[in-house]
């Protein structure tokens, strides 16, 4: 059982290329999120999914993309990397209820990303 | 909008004394609130929680207490030991799906 799992760790990028980081979850977790964490705001929800083939943004969307077209995976997508996008990714998931209710999210380690 | 302001952002205590975190939210709705702590170089780990249906939750030496009136929840923590230094961030959830967090405090203990 290997909880969240992210990838790349570490990652550089040219302003405008394209990239994708990648989460999975081996929990039959069916909420998955993802956040980032700049210094002195915390976390901010990117997206989320309550399931496989649904998706909804979160408080700062914009520039990025994702799909889940199964349970176990969260892609994220960067279109055209942005100086501003320099950040920590994490992603984490959590069982949601049949009430709707979510439980703790467990988290990934996360992805450094720098944007140059 | 939604928002969760926490404090302080750093906090310094001696090993063996008590560390307490507050934290205010603004969407009276919110019925679900975690509390996590961040060690360098990992990603959050959930301490301990709370549903706005229990006023105050405990497991051993940490505990949560939560005042829905004045939309405010704490996490203390008592006979603080140096593994305990950490950067713990508090959230509140909004609309079932939006997990809002604080801007964190880094807590320090000294041995």
Not at chain 1, 49 to 61: H, K, M, N
Not at chain 2, 22 to 46: I, R
Not at chain 2, 87 to 99: Q, R
Request: charge should be neutral; proline fraction near 4%.
């Amino acid at each position: 059982n290997a909880g969240v799992t992210q990838t790349p760790k570490f990652q550089v990028l040219k302003t405008g290329q394209s990239m994708t980081l990648q989460c999975a979850q081996d929990m039959n977790h069916e909420y998955m999120s993802w956040y980032r964490q700049d210094p002195g705001m915390g976390l901010r929800l990117i997206h989320y999914s309550v399931g496989a083939g649904i998706t909804d943004q979160g408080e700062v969307p914009n520039g990025y993309n994702v799909s889940r077209s199964t349970t176990e995976d969260f892609p994220l997508r960067l279109l055209s990397a942005a100086p501003s996008q320099t950040s920590v990714y994490f992603c984490a998931s959590s069982y949601e209820s049949s009430a709707g209710t979510n439980y703790g999210y467990t988290f990934g380690s996360g992805t450094r990303l720098t944007v140059v | 909008g939604e928002n969760v302001e926490q404090h302080p952002s750093t906090l310094s205590v001696q090993e063996g004394d008590s560390a307490v975190i507050k934290c205010t939210y603004s969407d009276s709705a919110s019925n679900y609130f975690p509390w996590y702590k961040q060690e360098l170089g990992k990603g959050p780990q959930l301490i301990i929680d709370i549903r706005s249906n229990v006023g105050e939750k405990k497991d051993q030496r940490i505990a949560v207490t939560l005042n829905k009136t004045a939309k405010h929840f704490s996490l203390h923590i008592t006979e603080t030991q140096p593994e305990d230094s950490a950067v713990y961030f508090c959230a509140a959830l909004f609309n079932n799906n939006d997990m809002r967090f604080g801007a964190g405090t880094r807590l320090t203990v000294k041995p």
